[in-house]
């Protein structure tokens, strides 16, 4: 316990015993008598103890300090000496007491001082956690305000992709289908006349004049014969143009932009018709497709999926390799995939395939955005992209997709 | 608050003197034990000073007797004002029952009267001293220098502060008692009713003060 340093101080507290001693036995001398020091309780606390015989006529003086009697002196005198060597301890007494309140009060304001820095210690102690705990946490959110503008980028430049598409297929197929239908509808007009041209022949033929002498130099009856399958075969050209536009059209799904239940079988047919102009000479793309229940998503986002993981595959292989485009339904999931048996991906680069602009083809070919891309909008209907690969014997890009539990 | 000691029959009270460094209040206490009774005061104890500055703090203790028999001592401190010795301000501050506030009247004081004031209220924060219950003064010393602040700014100045302004001149005595009065007179209301100083010890306020003074 602290001891205050304006309590009361006691006799004790002023005058170490052995100083008490000293002082009593020079006091003794001078005096030439003996004298003790007592405390407020009457106990010696230095010089002749009490009952000693020389000690029979006592004065007894006061010892004060500061108004307060703290103490007694008793000697059997005389008179003037003791109130003399009274006065002396009060003056030693008086000593004692500055150095006691100062020693005290010096000893409270170090502690008082420790205290306050420990406090101080701990207080800078919390706040440097709790600056440490701050930054961990701007970093964090650093990292987090970077993955979003990430994302956002990505979704920016698929929509600008998208919606650029979409505006080229509106066009394109707008300015084809017109000129198409005409000339499909003067195909087949055509192809009509060269009935009339064979009834023609016949008529030649039974005249037997001249006309049919130049018939038979020119072989008109082989002519027409041709003619009609060249007629034939631009009428089938001109359908498949027909056929590609509208594919074209259903893949930009230019006019819809929101989820519609889709047979993800039918994107992967007008994905392939599509796809299949950018195919090496010879290779093939084998599809092989099992029922599969309607799923929910926009049509033109999955498209861009298939599309993408399609084209990854057609530059992978060599003239005369195979894609395999295969679609089935398992436990509560739709699995699609894309098998090719081309170069492969190696494995520095397989695990970088999904990271924003990674790219092995040339500048100016790939964004390398593709399969980013692809795996958002994946993950945006709570599905999984997955790329297995070895180098030389090909890649396999799998989609699956839950469908919604019911 | 006070300390009643059974054994002594004594009711002792802490007076301290605080304020900012060279405001008098070493000044304010000479004088005030030139005008007590001799034989109701101590001497005055002067711990260390250096160039007029308090290292430790003075003391001036001061006794007498209620009718009663009743024991009252004053103990009178001042702090240390210089800001470097501040935590020995806070510690002899600790524990008072009353407080003068002695602040330096000349203008160009008026910043460190702000500081020190403020440093006082903190440490009484600190030390668990109720500021707002306690008897206290402020008392505006060197009255008698040029260019001080005048009564009406003080008292605009301090008004917010709650405390009763008192105007000093220590270094001839002037106001020195007024102050000390107004600080008793605090002191006895906060006690009487629970000692019972008028009707069990026969001390009225204006007797409390008059015998404290010894007159």
Not at chain 1, 3 to 28: G, I, M
Not at chain 1, 224 to 235: K, R, S
Not at chain 1, 269 to 294: M, S
Request: proline share 3%; hydrophobic share 45%; glycine share 6%.
């Amino acid at each position: 316990m602290l001891k205050q340093f304006d309590r009361d101080l006691s006799l004790t507290d002023l005058l170490a015993v052995s100083e008490a001693r000293l002082l009593v036995a020079v006091l003794a001398e001078l005096l030439g008598a003996p004298l003790r020091i007592l405390d407020l309780d009457d106990r010696t606390i230095a010089g002749v103890a009490d009952g000693a015989d020389d000690m029979a006529a006592l004065i007894t003086v006061p010892l004060t300090l500061q108004l307060n009697t703290v103490g007694f002196l008793q000697s059997p005198g005389p008179l003037p000496q003791v109130l003399a060597a009274a006065k002396l301890i009060d003056q030693v007494l008086r000593a004692g007491a500055r150095y006691c309140m100062s020693a005290d009060l010096h000893l409270e304001t170090v502690r008082s001082d420790h205290q306050r820095l420990q406090d101080e210690h701990r207080a800078l102690l919390a706040s440097e956690t709790r600056l440490r705990e701050l930054s961990d946490g701007l970093d964090q959110r650093v990292n987090e305000q970077v993955r979003t503008i990430e994302n956002s980028q990505r979704s920016l430049y698929q929509a600008e992709k998208l919606a650029s598409v979409g505006q080229l297929a509106a066009g394109v197929a707008h300015e084809i289908n017109n000129p198409l239908g005409f000339i499909r509808s003067n195909l087949n007009t055509a192809r009509g006349y060269t009935k009339t041209l064979v009834a023609l022949g016949a008529l030649v033929k039974s005249d037997r004049g001249q006309a049919w002498v130049f018939w038979q130099a020119q072989d008109l009856t082989e002519v027409l014969v041709d003619f009609d399958e060249l007629l034939a075969e631009n009428i089938d050209g001109a359908e498949r143009v027909s056929k590609i536009v509208s594919d074209l059209m259903v893949f930009a799904s230019v006019d819809n932009d929101d989820t519609e239940l889709l047979d993800l079988n039918e994107n992967l047919r007008v994905v392939c018709n599509i796809a299949q102009g950018q195919a090496p000479a010879d290779a093939r793309i084998v599809v092989d497709l099992a029922l599969l229940p309607l799923f929910e998503c926009h049509a033109n986002r999955i498209n861009q999926v298939f599309l993408n993981l399609l084209l990854n595959a057609l530059h992978a292989v060599q003239p005369g390799g195979e894609v395999q485009i295969t679609s089935k339904f398992v436990g509560n999931e739709i699995l699609i995939a894309f098998k090719d048996n081309g170069c492969g991906i190696p494995a520095d680069n397989l695990s970088r395939i999904f990271d924003p602009f990674f790219t092995t083809r040339p500048v100016g070919a790939g964004t390398g955005l593709g399969l980013t891309v692809s795996r958002d909008i994946v993950r945006s209907y709570g599905g999984l992209l997955d790329v297995q690969s070895e180098p030389g014997v090909g890649t396999t890009a799998i989609i699956r997709l839950a469908l919604p539990k019911a | 608050m006070a300390e009643y000691d059974q054994a002594k029959r004594e009711l002792c009270f802490k007076l301290v003197y605080d304020g900012p460094a060279l405001s008098g209040k070493t000044t304010n206490l000479i004088e005030l034990c030139a005008l007590i009774a001799a034989d109701q005061r101590g001497e005055i104890m002067s711990l260390e000073t250096s160039n007029d500055h308090t290292l430790f703090f003075d003391l001036l203790p001061v006794r007498f007797s209620a009718p009663s028999g009743l024991n009252i001592c004053l103990k009178l401190f001042t702090v240390p004002g210089d800001s470097t010795l501040d935590s020995t301000r806070k510690a002899v501050l600790s524990r008072a029952d009353g407080v003068v506030f002695v602040a330096d009247s000349q203008r160009n004081r008026t910043t460190s009267n702000d500081q020190s004031f403020e440093s006082l209220v903190n440490h009484a924060g600190k030390t668990g001293m109720a500021l707002e219950s306690m008897a206290k003064v402020v008392q505006f010393n060197k009255r008698d220098l040029p260019d001080v602040m005048s009564e009406k700014d003080m008292h605009t100045h301090w008004q917010a502060s709650g405390w009763p302004l008192t105007f000093a001149s220590a270094v001839d005595g002037t106001g020195v008692l007024e102050t000390f009065t107004a600080l008793v007179e605090q002191i006895y209301r906060q006690v009487d009713r629970r000692y019972s100083m008028s009707s069990k010890h026969g001390v009225s306020e204006r007797s409390f003060v008059g015998a404290a003074l010894g007159i």
